[in-house]
């Protein structure tokens, strides 16, 4: 609007004034740098019913918006800045994740000369889905290109917030305490407000800057009022920081959720370079969302971001800046994923291919690092090409109430736990981390009214950090029929989907009162999780129950039996029951619950507990046979140690390594021969007597095929020797006593004695003992009984000598100490 009557707009001005009270001082500085706007609709705070809610469950999927992304296009914005906020536009438009979003793109200067706007709406209000994102990723283009016929150079903030909120409001429904659908503002600046050469806000340069200032502060209420929140992002050295954040806190402070971040605040960066960053991060706060970082390179490259397991929602931005460049994207299983379509379980729709953004939009996308390849002519691979996920939880509660129909007056219990749409159940309370939890209550005879839900181990939680949030209410005494239950789950990036639980009031004396519990187990796929009933009929006829299975991870087949069960009149009963799983049962957490409901009376549900179930994998033979195989690996083992132990011991004990034959003819030594290592085999020496023509008889060792015709010494097992002369028989031999061996004799010495026997001492000398040829006392002269030779070195002498009561001779002392 201009007004041609200056008298006529100063009396507004002074109107305004005096109603929106003193302005905030704002000193602009002509030829200050200018200012860039984008607009979010963000979610406000919900209004809480009177009464339970009749509307459809809510929409899967996340939340939509409408936003308006404001561009300044002013003349202090170098090129290069100016194409980077076209791109920054872009990131936003292409990344939302809701298909039910609508998105304006709007740039703005100033109006300083007949013909020109401050304001060019270049993208008109449009439904971010498969084809509006095209039409986005067009039209955001014309950013790039300013037309000074059409927009002056200066900096107008009214005229684009009022521009921003017209487009945001109109058509809309809800109020501004609870608007139907949320929106928010982003303001991108370089500067500050510059109004000054603008007709529009009066005669002079200083009174248009004070009345530009006084405008922007009635926009802002508007803004307010029309429940558009203002996020004001700013870049450069000549940022009024001051101004940003009355901006920020002039719009509607409303938010998305309890989380602080969420609400509106202003920000700064350095330089044009970080605003694409900044502004996605911006924008993921407005949203309830998260901004996960991925990697750089410059085509051609492999990038990767990650997309974590509570995602249910995102979009995969490319910013390759150069529409040359083609992207093609991999799961985390590494495979290649369709850019339109379903696949796996996921649904994907790409949009920007012909841009310099690209945005790949996932519905329930698999969790892990995702690659995106990139690739690029020659001539058009000198741009770094950055890749980010803005991504989104929208978690399903699955809920439980005890009692599940409470009585008026009656303290309940719920307990809630969380899974994705893909029925993941969320047990990592890492995933869960600044999670605020709560329930509200609805229905007939009282008022609304909500309550806390935490895991943090006091009663009513069982245990912190079992990722499972419990509270209590107390139902009022006023409470006349069905009730409605909608728990909110509120964190950084994770939203609940707010479907209503729905119970009905039960009556003052229990009929029927029931209990159920499920064992803990850990299952293999088609095993069996038993549980048991315990139902108090308090009726005087019997009760016929049903065992039902709800919430039931997608995919999984389960039975319950016996599904039929009667509660005998006026008594307790225990009915135990099982729950099988299918052969095919996936592996890991088994979602869903056990609900008993009395089928007389249209299947209320009196009680559920929760299949709190691992399935593994069966186990291999290894598993089952491991400690009997071990273990008669061991066995053996030790039983071939003392086998080979007594082996080599009865090895020892024959080895006749050491023993010295000596080879005598009446009494005196001809030839000695030791048995050398090796030579005795399995306890066995061969030898012969060799008689040389005029020369001495020798022992001489054989092996082979001569052994069959020579002389053999062996030693048994318990150690005793024995020889078998040439052609002869086996005699037992002791070690220094000669044996005849032919025309001469043999004695063996040395080595080891057989198995020691029980020796006597040897008795004192006594009169009838001669040594060494003496004669004793009573016996007559000459050699005969008791005498033998001075020395014992033959051992022969004495072989035969005793006397009465008896000594031994020289020979037999030898071997009794050999």
Known sequence: MQWTDKGSALLLAGVLLALSGPPAAVAVAPGAPRTVAVAVAPAGPRAAPASPRTAAEPAEGPDPLDFAVVVDQSASLAEKDLARETEAAALLSQGEISERSRATVIGFGSSEKS?????????????????GRERLSTCVQQLGRRDAARMGPGTDFPAAVRQAVTRLTEGGTGTAKAPAVPKVVFLLTDGRLDVADSPEYGTDRDTRQANGARRLTEELARARAAGVQIWPLGFGSEIDRSALTAMAEGGYRGSCSDIPDSVPRMRVVDTSAEIDKALQETFAAARCARLAQGTVGKPPADLTVTIPPIATDGSLTVAKHDPKVRVTYYDPAGRKVPVRGEFDGSVFEVSGQDGPVEALRVKDPLPGPWRVHIEAPEGHRDREVAVRAIWQGRLRSDVTLDPASPRAGEKVTVQVRMQTRRGVVITDPRQLADLTASAEVAGAGFRPFTFRLADDGRAPDAKAGDVRFSGTFTLPDTATGDLELVTRMAAPGITSDRRPVHARRGPDVPVLTAGLAVDRVTVHPGGTVRGTLDVTNNDSAPHTLRLALQDQTPGTELTVAPTPVTAPAGRSTRIPFTVTLAPGTALGELGGQVAVVDTGDGDTVLDTAFLDVLVVAPPTWWDRRWKAVTGGAAALLVLAVLVGIRIAARRRLRDLTGITLELCEDGRPLHVLTVRKGQSQGGTFAFTVDEPYGGSPMLRSVRGTAASTAHVLRRTGSGELLLRPRGGRQAPVRAGEPIGLGDHELVVRGGRAPTPKRIRP??????????????????????????????GASGTSGASGTSGASGTGGSDAYDVNF
């Open 762 to 791: 040897p008795r004192r000398p006594g009169p009838g003992t001669g040594r060494g040829g003496e004669t004793a006392p009573g016996t007559g002269p000459g050699p005969g009984p008791g005498t033998g030779p001075a020395s």
């Open 115 to 131: 013909g020109q706007s401050p304001v060019r709406e270049v993208c008109p209000l449009v439904v971010a889905d498969a084809a």
